[in-house]
């Protein structure tokens, strides 16, 4: 956890976007910068961030090290493109169900809201037992 005054010390470095109490969010160039230091250059990532101006006791070892093998690891799987992009947030969206033909998904839905109705009784009768 970061205090406020360490929170307004890392939104001063050119290479914080945001940071709140439990993180950090990185400038996408700093991520290539640093992916580059590390293969190319054969810097630490201590080295590295301490380069970059951040006070290593402040954001943790474990952090730095973490964050540059996850950047590493996107890097080498998915490209630099993929590593440039801002991804906090996103989530993947669930693939939609398609039915050959309507009796089918009248079926699943019927099937759903069966389910649906008995896990709703299973609740119901669970909040009448703690009431007890």
């Not at 590390?38 to 201590?46: E, F, V």
């Not at 540059?68 to 890097?75: S, V």
Request: aromatic share 10%.
């Amino acid at each position: 956890m970061f205090t406020q005054e360490q929170i307004k010390e890392l939104l001063k470095n050119n290479n914080v976007n945001g940071c709140s109490p439990k993180s950090i969010t990185y400038k996408k160039e700093f991520k290539l910068k640093a992916v580059k230091q590390y293969q190319n250059d054969g810097y630490s990532s201590r080295m590295i961030f301490e380069e970059a101006g951040f006070d290593i006791n402040v954001i943790g070892r474990k952090r730095a090290v973490d964050s540059l093998l996850r950047w590493r690891n996107t890097y080498n799987k998915k490209g630099e493109k993929e590593l440039m992009k801002a991804r906090r947030g996103r989530h993947k969206k669930r693939a939609k169900m398609i039915f050959k033909d309507k009796n089918k998904e009248i079926e699943y839905l019927e099937a759903k809201v069966k389910y649906l109705n008995a896990e709703n009784d299973f609740l119901a009768k669970l909040r009448g037992l703690k009431r007890e």
